[in-house]
């Protein structure tokens, strides 16, 4: 026979008792009892911590079939906040966040990335601290950081590779940084795995697996497998951008090959194009919203673009059989042709079984994936049962 789930564990932990008052699990102590298999005495002492801690409230009473009506417990997303970043290199973005995942504030600006952290990092502490203030927070209800870089981060340590496009910032531990200013932990990830991890968690929630793609000057992917972040050993995971096409004609790449996806197919090899056709275009967002305006140039770069990647996601679908591919980035606003492109090479060239389930969409959740993302990546970190169970010993 087998053993029942609350049987064969562990007592359930606080920090588990918290996990299913969040998730709406359970809002009552008998719920608590009945799903965790803990006695009374047990389920009211845990209880009891939380409410202490702030991290739960009790609330209006739940319905109830007879006798005193037991009092509802309610996740307490007041109870502190957590800061989120996206640094990008024409953009950046902060904001604050409840516990819930709720926006609280948030703010844009271009501090000179590129430049090194020598100038983001003040800006980016120095804008979260007047978000807290105007959302009438201080520094203290912080609960943790959430930052995504455009570049590749050894997720472990937080800290920078080398990244071809930003020199200032290889190797840089940016999360001391942070944490010197805001005493809580950080999250430091790539901004492609943000922009997955914030698309999942507000347009595709019910999805398991899922492949983010964001086209702008470079192309990467973030890959969402069984709901969580696939980041791979060190945290390369998803740099499609780098992996060769055929017929690239032998386009030099940033990286130092040859006919690499993002050489032939992300916004600079477009403008260029778009340029040799005596059509000079500004930007990557311009060049996608004449695309979906339906010039007929940008239509047949953009269409053969997302060709090209085709070829390089009829491989990633082959191995890892995504039910949704997002395609974002500033190339993907002109999302109507990319995914037609897409679609036209995935659906050849994959596998019947891997595509028979698929979507190949646009992004949906806008410009905050991101910073949505990292918040989100922060909030699961930090109110993970363990980290949760963590704290409060911390201040027994
Ligand atoms: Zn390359």
Known sequence: MPRSKAASAAPASSGRVLELI?????????????????SRPAVALRVTEL????????????????????????????????LSAVLGISRSQAAVYDLGGGLLAVAGGSPEVE??????????????????????????????????VPG??????????????????GGVDIAPLVAERFAAPVVVDNDVNAMALG??????????????????????????????????SLGA?????????????????RCGNTDCLEAVAAGPALLERMAEQGRPVAGVAELAGLAQEGDPDAVRLVRQAGRRLGEVLAGAVNLLNPEVIVLGGLLGR???HLVAGVREVVFKRSIPL???????????????????????????????????????????
């Open 354 to 396: 891997a595509t028979r389930q698929l979507r190949v969409v646009g992004n949906r959740s806008g410009e905050q994936a991101g910073l949505r993302g990292a918040a989100a990546a922060v909030l699961e970190s930090v109110l993970a049962p363990e980290a949760v169970n963590a704290r409060i010993a911390a201040q027994r």
């Open 199 to 232: 698309e999942h968690r507000a347009v595709h929630p019910g999805v398991g697996d899922l492949l983010f793609v964001k086209v702008s000057t470079g192309i990467g992917a973030g890959v969402v497998a069984g709901g969580a972040l696939l980041r791979g």
């Open 115 to 148: 430049h090194g952290p020598h100038i983001a990092l003040p800006w980016l502490l120095e804008t979260w601290q007047r978000l807290l203030e105007e959302c009438g927070r201080s520094a203290a209800d912080v609960r943790g950081s959430g930052i995504g």
């Open 152 to 169: 590749t981060v050894e997720f472990a340590t937080g800290r920078t590779e080398t990244p071809p496009v930003l020199a200032g910032w």
């Open 334 to 336: 002109a999302h109507d």
């Open 51 to 82: 409410l202490r801690h702030g991290l739960v409230t009790e609330g209006a009473t739940a319905p109830s079939s007879g006798g005193r009506p037991p009092a509802r417990l309610e996740f307490n997303a007041a109870g502190g906040v957590v």
């Open 237 to 253: 995971a998803g740099e499609i951008g780098h992996i060769p096409v055929r017929d690239g004609g032998g386009t030099p790449c």
């Open 22 to 38: 969040r998730t709406g699990e359970a809002a009552t102590r008998t719920e608590i009892g009945r799903l965790t298999g803990l």
